[in-house]
């Protein structure tokens, strides 16, 4: 998946330099892997800031330019968490673009910190603002995802004011709660 890595991450920048995008950054379980333990995961996930008025010809740039023929833009229901993704086949991997559609996404993009991944140099969703995307998404994974960010050196204070602000507060109680018992265990 290094290659497959390399190689989207430098179509993003391009895509970033002709303004198709505004910015973009590593999340999902392999940001994970950034800021805790590594998780194995067979995709990549990027968060992307993207006017909508744009997306069309991001994606069409995406499959005529750059090879990525079977990418494709998925619209969310209105309950749906994630209201605009590209799902892009990108070799023996994939990447999900979720594109960002609310304040807390674009903040996670604003406070992005620069790293090296597989040796190349990107924008990774903090840890804080991964944690409360992972509690948002919900599923069993993404609440053990949480956990062990919990256990990090991370601004509690921050992801407490995050998630208080979505109204998620029983879910990182929930959280909370296995990441004590994870630590416990380990």
Known sequence: MEKEFKAFVGVLKEA???????????????A??????P????D????????AEKIPFFVDWLRDSKGYNLARHHVGRPKDNIKNLIEVPA??????IIIAGNAVEEEA???GVDVKAFKTAIKVVSAEYLMVLKLRA????????AAHLWNEDIDRR?????TKGLYMERRLKRAVALARRLRDAG
């Open 16 to 30: 970033k330099r002709r303004k198709f995008i505004r910015d973009f950054a590593l999340t999902g379980a392999l």
């Open 32 to 37: 994970l892997s950034v800021h805790t333990q």
């Open 39 to 42: 998780r194995a995961t067979a």
């Open 44 to 51: 990549m996930d990027f968060l992307a800031a993207v006017e």
């Open 91 to 96: 070799g023996g991997a994939s990447a999900d």
């Open 109 to 111: 993009l604003a406070e």
């Open 138 to 145: 919900g599923s069993d994974q993404d609440y053990i995802d």
């Open 158 to 162: 921050l992801v407490r004011r995050l």
